[in-house]
C-alpha cells in the first residue's frame, strides 16, 4: 500500500497557510493530498481559513463568522494572498482534497458543492466534530469521511465507527500501539499528524499507519525511504 503524503493547510511550512499559493506549491511538490480547512462567512460563503477569527492568518481582526466575503477579501492572508473560497481551490489545483469543516454549520454548505460537482471521489471530508460527519455522510452520496483528534484514547476507534468515517487522523504525540491495532480491526484508515521530522516519520512508518499530513513537502521524498 502506497503511503500517501498530504499536505497541511498546503504546504504551511514554507508558504502562507490556506491559500491559493500554499494549495498550488503542495501540488507542484507532488504531495499526495492537500488539506484545507473550512469556515462559513457572514453571507455564507466557503471561506479557507482555520482559526475561526482572522487576527493570526491576515492583516485583519474578528471572527469570521461575522465579515461578509467581501470584507474577507480585503485582507493580506500573506504575502499579498488572498482569502480564499472553496469552489477556488478546486480550480486552483487538481490534486486530491481533504476538507475539513471547522464550523459544522459549513457541513450542509459543503455537501451542496460537493454533489453540484460530482466531487465524492475526490474530496475526503473530515473534521473533529463527529456530528459533522454524520451529518455530511448521507447527504453526498459515497463521500469518503475522517474524524480527526489531538487528545483521545482508544475511544476514537468507537466514535469513528459510529459517525460512519472510514478514516481516523490523529496527533502522534498520543499514538499508541493498542490504538492502532483496535482501528485496524476495525478496517479504518489511520493518518497521522504533523509529521515533519524525520523521527516523527520513523514513528508513524513503524506503526504502519497509511500516511502523515505534513507542513514540509520534503516528507514527501523521504517518506519512501523510511521504514
Known amino acids: 500500500m502506497n503511503f500517501l503524503t498530504i499536505g497541511h493547510r498546503g504546504i504551511m511550512g514554507v508558504e502562507p497557510e490556506n ?6 506549491a503542495a501540488q507542484e511538490a507532488g504531495l499526495d ?11 455564507g460563503a466557503l471561506v479557507v481559513m482555520h482559526d475561526t477569527d482572522v487576527d493570526r492568518t491576515t492583516d485583519g481582526t474578528g471572527p469570521i463568522a461575522e465579515k461578509t466575503l467581501a470584507e474577507l477579501r480585503a485582507l493580506d492572508a500573506g504575502r499579498g494572498e488572498r482569502v480564499p473560497v472553496f469552489e477556488e481551490v478546486l480550480e486552483a489545483v487538481q490534486s486530491p482534497l481533504q476538507a475539513e469543516i471547522k464550523d459544522v454549520q459549513a457541513a450542509r454548505a459543503l455537501a451542496e458543492v460537493m454533489n453540484e460537482r460530482g466531487l465524492a471521489g475526490r474530496v475526503e471530508v473530515s473534521s473533529f466534530h463527529d456530528e459533522a460527519i454524520a451529518e455530511i455522510k448521507p447527504l453526498v452520496p459515497g463521500v469518503r469521511t475522517a474524524l480527526i483528534a489531538s487528545r483521545y484514547g482508544t475511544d ?3 466514535r469513528a465507527v459510529e459517525a460512519g468515517a472510514e478514516t481516523v487522523c490523529l496527533n502522534i504525540r498520543r499514538l499508541t500501539l493498542e490504538i492502532v491495532e483496535r482501528a485496524r480491526k476495525a478496517d479504518l484508515r489511520i493518518i497521522g499528524w504533523v509529521v515533519n521530522t524525520q523521527d516523527q516519520l520513523r514513528l508513524v512508518r513503524a506503526f504502519g499507519l497509511d500516511g502523515a499530513t505534513t507542513d514540509h513537502p520534503d516528507i514527501k521524498r523521504t517518506g519512501r525511504f523510511t521504514a
Not at 491559500?19 to 498550488?24: A, I, K, N, Q, Y
Not at 493530498?33 to 453571507?43: M, N, R, T, V, Y
Open 33 to 43: 493530498a492537500i488539506e484545507l480547512d473550512l469556515h462559513l462567512s457572514k453571507d
Open 19 to 24: 491559500t491559493l499559493r500554499s494549495f498550488v
Open 156 to 158: 476514537i476507534v468507537d
